[in-house]
């Protein structure tokens, strides 16, 4: 979605309180194809381009059994999205819809999640298909996929 | 996993960069069953208890139409866990995998994701199934199943 700072018919903004009820630390960046966010896919595709996701240190290690798992949970930081709108208008059609009732990168913590399929892990580089952020995404963390994992593993 | 500050053979912690670098508000508070890290589930269960998401001012209205889907996405902030382990024994057994190979809830990000059954809306309080966090836990943020979503929606 891009979005600057207008409102469209229906919206409605509110004044957040402060985000500093707890803190993020970026443990790495995602290198994707878009650099413009007209032309970030909306959903990721299991089929799409390859996505580079960069580990910083000291976070490499942590990386040790990953491999094995051909679904990954990807979280990552929506840094350029604005926070402050409770409704929404996706469609720009004066039907406004509850923020919560959709998965637009707008909202109050800008968390993104994708299923991405695990293509490959070297060093500190993960290659996965499915995302649909921009070049340059913080990264936040890397979970296996809930449906292969099982219960008695952790 | 009931985990507090000792390490496990074959765990390894790190001294991880303050987290800094971005900035969360809780939007709402998750009541649970479980009141102890003991007894609170490893994994949610579509046919679990019913748990109630209490949804802070001023974002209520942001759940407009959130009722239109029977799979809700929950990310919830785990404030009880430690965030510097690189490498983990979730068996106790001298065997350690990494942090991201894992689903456990100490990662240096401690952020849960479920995917839960809703079973009902009224006010500002959202009922659902799934859930597997402790009593009292810090939401983050709520969306519809990337499944069920049309992208054209959104």
């Known amino acids: 979605m891009v979005r600057e700072q207008e409102l ?25 194809p878009w650099t413009t ?3 970030t896919p909306r959903q990721g595709r299991q089929d799409g381009p390859i996505c580079r996701l960069e580990i910083f240190p000291p976070w490499h290690r942590a990386l040790a059994g990953l491999e094995a798992y ?17 409704l929404q208008s996706p469609k720009r059609d004066g039907a406004a819809r509850g923020t ?7 909202r109050p913590n800008p968390i993104g999640t994708s299923m991405a399929r695990l293509v490959g892990i070297q060093d500190n580089i993960v290659a996965v298909r499915g995302l649909d ?14 449906c292969r994992f099982s219960p008695g593993d952790a």
């Open 70 to 86: 051909d679904t990954v949970e990807i979280i990552y930081w929506l840094h350029l999205s604005r926070r402050d709108l409770i």
């Open 37 to 39: 966010r007209l032309e």
């Open 133 to 146: 952020c921009l070049d340059g995404t913080p990264l936040l963390d890397l979970k296996p996929d809930r």
């Open 8 to 32: 469209r018919p229906g919206e409605e903004a509110t004044t957040p309180p402060a985000a500093s009820d707890a803190g993020l630390v970026f443990i790495g960046r995602i290198h994707t």
């Open 100 to 106: 919560f009732s959709l998965r637009s990168p707008v």
